[in-house]
């Protein structure tokens, strides 16, 4: 399976149209079909549903799909590691971060390491903890920002300084809004939206006690301002860190009993890091000691 025709199969499956690809890649048609099919050959399985003006991904297409692309990403940060390799520091790093106040620690480290190696860019990917371990894992990431709970056996990491606070975003037009802080019984009877990740669940379950059982979780979020949009257009009242203020239509009421989350950077405690990438941890472990 040769990186050229996963390249050929992305740009396939994202135009859904064998002539528009064929014309994007600059190779004919004739060329572009049969490389598909002689990968849908070597994998064993049909790969596109064809019609006679567009063909759509099997389940097996997306699979492939998902994969492909992660192996593209992959090829890809090798080859920007090694290019521009001279006496000055180049390159790229690649750091997951979920939503947290930490980030701003991590904001001021980038610009500070920026201001000695101007060459060196950073790729910022936004997620949950659980998928940034998994592009970790994959070696798609140099870097992880996760907000706790989190499982880091597998990890060395960095405890950030600053914690988060937990409380509910609703919109200000809400009789909770006129409250300083809310209890579990306070949120009886009104629709959450929540954290879909597992171990957030738990967290939550154990501060909102005997009341857990009697919730109503109207939906799940991993982006908090996407559930701040929800929370405007009245979907219900959201959960989470406090981040900002998205908007004067809403207000960020902190829970009671008082409801704080710890932030850690880790990074793959045998991974073999790029010059840039060990030099800005060294800088960040510096800074973080001093």
């Not at 171990?199 to 009697?214: C, I, N």
Request: with cysteine; proline share 3%.
């Amino acid at each position: 399976m040769e990186l050229r025709v996963l390249k050929y199969f992305l740009v396939v499956a994202r135009e859904e149209n064998i002539t528009r690809s064929a014309q994007l890649l600059h190779i004919t048609q004739p060329t572009l079909s049969r490389q598909l099919m002689q990968l849908e050959d070597e994998l064993g399985v049909q790969l596109f549903k064809r019609s006679k003006y567009r063909i759509i991904l099997t389940d097996d297409g997306m699979l492939l799909r998902r994969r492909a692309q992660e192996i593209v990403d992959l090829a890809e940060k090798i080859e920007r590691e090694f290019q521009n390799r001279n006496e000055e520091l180049s390159g790229e790093i690649a750091i997951g971060c979920g939503e947290t106040n930490s980030m701003s620690f991590l904001s001021e480290r980038i610009a500070d390491f920026r201001r000695e190696h101007p060459l060196v860019s950073f790729n910022i990917y936004s997620a949950t903890a659980d998928d940034i371990k998994d592009r970790l894992e994959k070696g798609l990431l140099d870097l992880g920002l996760l907000a706790e709970p989190v499982e880091i056996g597998r990890y060395d990491f960095i405890r950030m300084p600053k914690r988060d606070i937990w409380g509910a975003l609703v919109r200000s037009d809400s009789p909770l809004a006129q409250k300083q802080v809310v209890t579990p019984a306070d949120l009886m009877g009104t629709p959450l939206l929540m954290s879909r990740r597992q171990q957030v669940k738990d967290e939550l379950a154990s501060w909102f006690g005997e009341y857990f059982e009697r919730i109503e979780i109207a939906g799940s979020f991993n982006l908090i301002l996407n559930a701040a949009n929800m929370v405007l257009n009245g979907v219900g009242v959201a959960i989470g860190f406090y981040l900002a203020d998205f908007s004067d239509d809403l207000r960020f009421i902190p829970l009671s009993p008082e409801l704080k989350t710890g932030t850690v950077l880790v990074w793959k405690k045998t991974q073999a890091y790029s010059d840039a990438a060990s030099e800005f941890l060294r800088q960040v472990r510096n800074v973080h000691e001093a």
